[in-house]
């Protein structure tokens, strides 16, 4: 007898990390794989969407002008309840800590329905920071029934909270799976921008900034540094792929724009992204999922947030927690910049996120698992 699994996501980090489970799925007669797609990212996820060819089996497309975070979770919980209702599947596939992930897992609950968590157990146990994503990881945690880590430190804070055990699969990061098949294609830059970085004669720096709580002064201060490093290295490139929320796009061009080696450039999609990351030389970023895919490419992050949900990758040497502050920033930047032995320190640092088989262990696992029943719970 086969399984129904739907797996759902909204935004692009999302997509891309649950591309490569969804094809995964594909490959087996005996599941039944159906997608759903809340469009919290609208373009950026179809982006990913079409790059991995995934067929769209529901589209919620829920995204309004200026919506609150309580009226996206409200059209979200109710658009998955209706799929649900009709569908009936045995397995919801969530990945990390977005609105859609949360709301999507509490309609499974809801349901009764079993809760897998692609990506669980990452943890920062600051409320506030990230948000609301921090929060949003914990309660889907508390409603999922099985739990996908991706290394064995975010197991360790799922056992510390009492999850069972023998639902707890170390299986690495599925962002590593999707960015190697990406780069293994050479793909040509889609954003013509791009041509005109000079990655064989400068050292480029990837910058992302875009979190809530760096918002204002914060955000101002790390574009300062950014800008006062380009203006201190001749050899210097920042390619900066600009958030489109106007928060993030005005402080960005009132300090970073007009300089001729900084380029402030629409979103990437991810094909671009991904090969920007293979060719530069480090990466600057309150991201979360760049702190997981650079060192995959020997590249060095530099991480502008006071704490962050993967402590594995500093503890392994691949990331720098450097915080917020303007000096703070302009130092460790310079130490790469400078000094060979530390760059080369953490570009040899072994990836702690997993060797492109986290998809793999994903599915074989849920083939072992007993879903011919709904939870009675």
């Known amino acids: 007898m086969g399984i129904k699994v739907i797996s759902i996501f909204g935004t692009r980090p999302e997509a891309i990390k649950m591309a490569p489970v969804v094809l995964e799925l594909n490959k ?37 002008q200026q919506q609150t975070l309580t009226e996206l979770s409200i059209r979200v919980l109710s658009g998955i309840e209706e799929i649900l209702l009709k569908e009936k599947p045995d397995l919801v596939l969530v990945h990390g800590d977005t609105i859609t992930a949360f709301v999507a897992s509490l309609a499974a609950f809801y349901q009764k329905i079993p ?4 990506e669980a ?27 996908f880590a991706p290394t064995e430190f975010a197991a360790d804070n799922l056992r510390k909270e009492g999850k069972d055990e023998s639902r707890i699969f170390v299986t690495g990061n599925t962002v590593i799976d999707a960015l190697l098949w990406v780069t293994m294609q050479d793909f040509p830059f889609i954003n013509k921008e791009l ?14 900034t875009h979190r809530r709580e760096n918002w204002g002064k914060t955000m101002e201060g790390i574009h300062e540094a950014v800008r006062q490093l380009v203006e201190e290295y001749d050899d210097v490139e920042v390619i900066f792929p600009v958030h489109p929320n106007p928060v993030v796009k005005q402080v960005a ?35 979360g999922g ?22 594995e990758g500093v503890a392994a040497g691949t990331l720098k927690l450097v915080g917020v502050n303007k000096e ?35 599915v074989h696992a849920i083939l072992q698992m007993d879903l011919g029943e709904k939870m009675s719970i």
């Open 28 to 64: 087996h007669p005996e599941i039944e794989s159906k997608v759903v797609v809340t469009g919290q990212h609208r373009e950026l996820l179809d982006q990913v969407t079409s790059l991995f060819r995934l067929k769209v089996d529901y589209d919620l497309d829920v995204m309004k």
């Open 115 to 118: 809760v897998g968590h692609v």
């Open 121 to 147: 157990g990452l943890r920062t146990y600051d409320k506030y920071s990230p948000y609301p994503e921090e929060v949003n990881r914990q309660m889907i945690d508390i409603v999922a029934d099985y739990y």
């Open 195 to 208: 041509e005109k970085v000079d990655f064989d004669n400068n050292r480029v720096i990837l910058l992302t």
């Open 253 to 287: 061009e009132k300090i970073l724009g007009g300089h001729p080696r900084i380029h402030l450039l629409e979103p990437l999609e991810y094909r671009d992204m991904a090969m920007v990351e293979k060719l530069g030389c480090f990466v600057m970023t309150d991201s």
């Open 290 to 311: 760049l702190q997981e895919e650079a060192p995959a490419l020997d590249n060095p992050v530099l991480v502008l947030r006071d704490t962050t949900e993967r402590p």
């Open 328 to 362: 703070d920033i302009l130092r460790e930047a310079r130490i790469l910049l400078d000094d060979n032995d530390a760059f080369e320190a953490m570009a040899d640092a072994k990836n702690p996120y997993g060797d492109g088989t986290a998809s793999q262990q994903i």
